[in-house]
Nanobody
Framework: QVQLVESGGGSVQAGGSLRLSCVVS????????MGWFRQAPGKEREEVAK????????SYSDSVKGRFTISRDNAKNTVYLQMNSLKPEDTAMYYC???????????????????WGQGTQVTVSS
């Protein structure tokens, strides 16, 4: 059964760091595009970062560029999101997602991600 499980969220002070993990089972997550998304109360879901399966492409939203890093450990079938210099506006529920029909390049639209985790909460205080 396909499953994505996030962990690593928590509460931190502004300027702090967290590393989120997404453990994939039921398929090889490293062979498809994987992404991190977030959604804060009252706001639309936002794409944060994504990493492609075969092309080795990384992309980030402008709001996190230079502060967040997406990576993967192929042996552990795990995708990570390293978050540094956290700001209160980073507070959100963070979701891991997979675009199963994109084994090489990442899709441009969020609707192409068809497997989602349950999310992990990140709270950044001033």
């Amino acid at each position: 059964q396909v499953q994505l499980v996030e962990s690593g969220g928590g509460s931190v002070q502004a300027g702090g760091s967290l590393r989120l993990s997404c453990v994939v089972s039921g398929f090889t997550g490293t062979s498809v595009c994987m992404g991190w998304f977030r959604q804060a109360p009252g706001k639309e879901r936002e794409e944060v970062a994504k990493i492609s399966g075969g092309a080795g492409q990384l992309s980030y939203s402008d709001s996190v560029k230079g502060r967040f890093t997406i990576s993967r450990d192929n042996a552990k079938n795990t995708v990570y999101l390293q978050m540094n210099s956290l700001k209160p506006e980073d507070t959100a529920m963070y979701y891991c997602a997979a675009a199963l029909m994109y084994p090489y390049l990442c899709p441009e639209i969020a609707t192409a991600f068809n497997r989602w985790g349950q999310g992990t909460q990140v709270t950044v205080s001033s």
